[in-house]
C-alpha cells in the first residue's frame, strides 16, 4: 500500500484549509448584508407602526366626537 508523502498531504490540508477560510469568509459577509438589510426593514416596520398607531388614536378620537 502507498502512501502519498507527508509534505504532499501537509499541503493538501493547507490548500482545503484556505479555501475552508474563502468559504466562511464568504458567507459571513453575505449574513453580515442580510442582516442589516433586516434591521433596516425591522426600522422601517417600526415606523409605520407607530404611524398606524397615531392614525388608529385619530380615527377613535374623531369616532368618539361623532357619537358624541
Known amino acids: 500500500e502507498s502512501r502519498p508523502p507527508l509534505g504532499q498531504v501537509s499541503e493538501l490540508a493547507e490548500q482545503l484549509e484556505e479555501r475552508l477560510f474563502h468559504r466562511y ?3 459571513n459577509r453575505s449574513i453580515q448584508e442580510r ?7 425591522l426600522e422601517r416596520v417600526e415606523e409605520v407602526q407607530a404611524e398606524l398607531r397615531r392614525i ?3 380615527v377613535e378620537a374623531a369616532y368618539q366626537e361623532l357619537c358624541l
Open 35 to 41: 442582516l442589516r438589510a433586516l434591521g433596516e426593514v
Open 56 to 58: 388608529c388614536c385619530t
Open 25 to 27: 469568509g464568504l458567507h
